[in-house]
């Protein structure tokens, strides 16, 4: 089961966010090196149902060493249904790729990314890389 926890292993050098949604996730790959992240275009979700194929394609193109998923917990900390279906979509993650997942609080990336994207559509990746950023500046760079 992922970890809450940012968590990574020095070899953590690329990583790819998701900001799990139900209609489109937010993708981003990120490096460490300098601790920034680019967003890309969003995956397809059918009523949250991902595009696995879709994603096994990024995952081989970018072959990343850690994979985080955002968890839009409430204001109040508590779990919402989104958290936890998103959750759920991080344990996929973790059992089709075998690869670490962490989940990161990603409160307010939305509303951030919103002010941000030129296009509705832009939100999306944007507020993956605003999660992976938060992520590799909470994990240090190495």
């Known amino acids: 089961m992922p970890d809450a926890r940012p ?3 020095p070899k953590a050098r690329v990583v790819l966010s998701f900001d799990y949604g139900l209609k489109y996730i937010g993708v981003a790959v990120g490096q460490r090196i300098t601790g920034t ?8 979700a059918n009523q949250g149902k991902p595009d696995w194929p ?8 970018w072959q990343p060493d ?3 998923v955002g968890e839009p917990l409430n204001m109040d900390d508590t779990q919402s249904e989104m958290a ?3 959750a759920r979509f991080a344990r ?9 997942v962490a989940l990161i609080d990603e409160r307010l990336t939305s509303r ?3 002010q941000m994207a030129d ?3 832009d939100r999306h990746g944007i507020a993956a890389m605003l999660i992976a950023e938060s992520w590799l500046a909470e994990t240090g760079r190495s």
């Open 7 to 9: 968590q990574a292993g």
């Open 37 to 44: 992240a680019s967003p890309m275009a969003p995956v397809r």
């Open 54 to 61: 879709a994603i096994e394609r990024l995952i081989r193109e």
């Open 66 to 68: 850690q994979l985080i």
């Open 84 to 86: 936890d279906r998103a």
């Open 92 to 100: 996929q993650l973790e059992g089709r790729y075998g690869l670490p």
């Open 112 to 114: 951030e990314a919103a």
């Open 119 to 121: 296009t509705p559509a």
